[in-house]
């Protein structure tokens, strides 16, 4: 079988594949939060996605910005020459955690209507140290002598090669929303008195409909998707976004 019909096959299952995890994401959106009762229905999922899509502008916006003026370079979104690494890598991090534990309290504030849980300031610390934690364990830092997964798995410049960067794809959404989805869930969820499908399935639904879309930009492009810089570049920066709204929703679900 040739890499054209390989990548037609596989375009086709992620696409069945993102369809199906973004209905099942979309459905745990509508379904109400427990501890929240009032909160559900169409309300629930415009107003979380709402919140992911302003996080997630955030996290452009504060990202680029510490890219021109603490860095003074550009990675890129991936399509760049180096990857963040050490306080780079931290600061990434940062960019995409504190929108998303801020502004839901900030959306409470403005709209009068609680959307949160008692416990979501003190999930949130934890979220923003998991999650900075889990970019050093993907890019690696000089200070512990530790390149990071993706430069010993997939570094920059690896060429089209589809199980290795599958592999690594698979290895950020357990490590993105591991630190964040899943360690929320069981910080919130704790004071439920209940840790089981409760916390693992939004985590679960969250990382399935970011990794399906994910697969599917890889092989709808291959292989520019894996070797022309402006593609990677392009992806890079869809890919955050949609782990922005992806976290956001599996968070607040």
């Known amino acids: 079988m040739n890499d054209q019909i390989i990548n037609r ?4 299952c992620g696409i069945i594949w993102f369809a199906a995890t973004v209905a099942q994401f979309l459905f745990k959106l509508l379904a109400p939060l427990p501890g929240l009762p009032n909160l559900t229905g169409l309300p629930k999922l415009q107003t979380i ?19 021109r003026f603490m860095f003074h370079t550009k990675f890129g979104a991936g399509g760049g020459d ?47 140290v998991f999650a900075a934690i889990g970019h050093i364990f993907l890019y ?24 290795r960067a599958l592999l690594m ?13 899943l360690i929320y869930r ?10 089981g499908a409760m916390v693992v399935y939004p985590s679960l639904v969250s990382a399935s409909v970011w990794l399906s879309g994910v697969c599917v930009s890889i092989f709808l492009q291959y292989p ?17 976004l949609m782990l922005v709204v992806a976290v956001q929703g599996g968070m607040l679900m």
């Open 9 to 12: 096959v596989a375009a086709i």
């Open 49 to 67: 996605l709402f919140i992911g899509f302003v996080a997630a502008a955030g996290h452009a916006v504060l990202w680029s910005s510490a890219e």
């Open 82 to 128: 180096s990857l963040p690494e050490g306080w780079s890598a931290v600061v990434l991090s940062l960019t995409m955690t504190i929108p998303l534990v801020l502004l839901p309290p900030l959306y409470e504030r403005v709209s009068h209507s609680q959307i949160v849980l008692p416990r979501h300031l003190y999930a949130a610390c934890f979220v923003v």
């Open 140 to 163: 690696g830092a000089k200070l512990i002598h530790f390149r990071g997964v993706r430069n010993l798995i997939f570094p920059v410049g690896s060429g089209p090669d589809r199980r």
């Open 169 to 181: 794809e698979t290895i950020y959404a357990a490590t993105h929303f591991g630190s964040t989805v």
């Open 186 to 195: 069981i910080m919130v969820d704790a004071r439920l008195g209940s840790l």
């Open 224 to 240: 520019d998707s894996l070797v022309d810089k402006r593609s990677i570049e392009v992806r890079g920066i869809i890919h955050a």
